[in-house]
């Protein structure tokens, strides 16, 4: 994993590359900019992370904010860790889990699918049969498998999108806990953001 | 109409992940197990989101529009796109699928395609292309890397803001498609020819074919 570099440029020292209509700082600004995409993100989103899974949500929430925190995308590490911290755990769990998810508090089952999500992050061809094997045994079903791959490959665009468009930081940080109350409760859809559908 | 595909060394793009066995069939379709149960006559990404049709659905729908939507980069350039980055990631399904699919839309100029995917030549891309690329490796690799000096550059030869953000979400849809992949080891054919109706069927008529 690459440390940070004080003298990389970063799109969050100067503003977004790119003019973002939306006042929303990160992803939230950058889904208002390109509705036709940003539907069927949502809908894949939505349903990866709050639809039926024998993954928790709160499981869900820590592959999510792992790998955002591997990515270095401070916007989205933030926005999970927040979401993450209001499941079992909190954000006692949160910050054991970003700071080395090897010795996190978390059932083997857990730290099997968190290293898959590791792996996927840094390199998927990486993802061997002896992880898949460990997460197996530690009871891992096809669907869990499934899921904290797909989830850390998702984490992997978003992270991207957001940083690589240098898009806003958001100047208070209540924001997240705001985001968090939206996202344990509506979810990922865009219903209510503006009173549409 | 495309021509066969260049005699690629498939071979060369597999790394020692992928058993180099083949079956007792004349027709090679896949050389490993993917890491679930997915349907096995289902090459690719396509069987992941069978398995998961949940998102499957939207994550073809998200493909369709990315490459065949609306957007100031024309189809072929979206496709190459993919590909370039695809083959940054080293995912062999997606870069050989994209591959194809760019070839397609570049039909006579096809060869340009494997100038810039599989020879690192960009030399006969337009400046503002070029441009482009530079932020799509910087973005394949991580996003905080891309400097407000590859956007002016990028702007330099004509990119309007449209085109640097579709060039980054293409980027990034690619660095989350190749993991989905390559992570949970999805059937990946290795005979090169397979690639070219699959390239077709793409180019034509899109992803959400549901």
Redesign the interface.
Same mark, same amino acid.
């Given at each position: 994993m690459?440390q940070?570099n004080a003298s990389?440029?970063?799109?969050d020292a100067?503003g977004p590359?790119? @003019?973002v209509t939306s006042p929303l700082p990160g992803i939230t600004g950058l889904l208002e900019?390109?509705l036709?995409?940003a539907e069927?993100?949502r809908?894949?989103t939505h349903? =990866?992370l709050r639809?039926?899974s024998s993954m928790t949500e709160g499981e869900r929430e820590l592959v999510a904010t792992l790998v955002s925190s591997r @990515?270095?995308?401070r916007f989205c590490t933030n926005a999970h860790a927040y979401t993450a911290a209001r499941y079992d755990g909190g954000m006692s769990l949160v910050q054991d889990v970003v700071r080395d998810h090897t010795a996190a508090p978390v059932s083997e089952r857990m730290h099997a699918l968190l290293h898959?999500a590791a =792996?996927?992050?840094s390199d998927?061809?990486s993802?061997?049969?002896a992880a898949?094997t460990r997460a197996r045994d530690a009871g891992a079903t096809?669907?869990d498998?499934?899921?904290t791959? =797909?989830t850390?490959?998702?984490f992997?665009?978003? @992270?991207?999108?957001?940083?690589? =468009?240098?898009s806003s930081y958001p100047s208070d940080e209540s924001y997240f806990e705001t985001l968090a109350d939206r996202l344990t409760t509506t979810g990922y859809m865009r219903k209510g953001l503006d009173g549409t559908h | 109409m495309v021509g066969a595909a260049p005699k690629l060394d498939v071979c060369a793009l597999l790394?020692d992940?992928f058993s180099l066995r083949h079956d007792d069939n004349t027709h090679t379709t896949a050389t490993h197990m993917a890491?679930?149960?997915v349907d096995p006559s289902i090459p690719g990404i396509r069987s992941?989101f069978t398995?998961?049709p949940?998102?499957g659905?939207?994550?073809t729908?998200?493909a369709h529009?990315?490459l065949h939507?609306?957007s100031p980069l024309t189809k072929g350039e979206r496709e190459l796109i993919a590909a370039f980055v695809s083959h940054g990631?080293?995912?062999t399904f997606c870069t050989m699928s994209h591959a194809a699919a760019a070839r397609h839309h570049y039909g006579d100029d096809k060869d340009l395609v494997d100038e810039v995917v599989f020879k690192g030549d960009n030399s006969r891309l337009s400046p503002k292309m070029q441009a482009l690329l530079v932020?799509a490796e910087?973005?394949?690799r991580?996003?905080?890397?891309?400097?407000?000096?590859d956007?002016a550059a990028a702007r330099a030869e004509g990119a309007v803001?449209r085109d640097?953000?579709d060039t980054?979400?293409i980027?990034?849809?690619f660095?989350?498609?190749?993991?989905?992949?390559?992570?949970?080891?999805a059937l990946t054919p290795s005979d090169a020819e397979t690639y070219v109706p699959m390239g077709a069927l793409m180019a034509e008529r899109g992803y959400a074919r549901d």
């Open positions: 690459q940070p990389i440029a970063c799109g100067s590359h790119i @003019n900019e390109r036709d995409t069927h993100i809908d894949a349903a =990866l639809g039926p @990515n270095e995308c898959i =792996l996927v992050q998927a061809r993802v061997d049969d898949i096809d669907l498998i499934h899921d791959v =797909l850390a490959a998702m992997c665009f978003y @992270n991207r999108y957001v940083d690589g =468009l240098g | 790394d992940r890491h679930i149960a992941l398995f998961r949940e998102t659905v939207p994550l729908r998200l529009v990315l939507g609306e990631n080293k995912c932020i910087k973005v394949r991580g996003g905080r890397i891309v400097t407000d000096e956007v803001d640097i953000h980054v979400l980027t990034a849809a660095c989350m498609f190749n993991r989905y992949v390559d992570g949970l080891k």
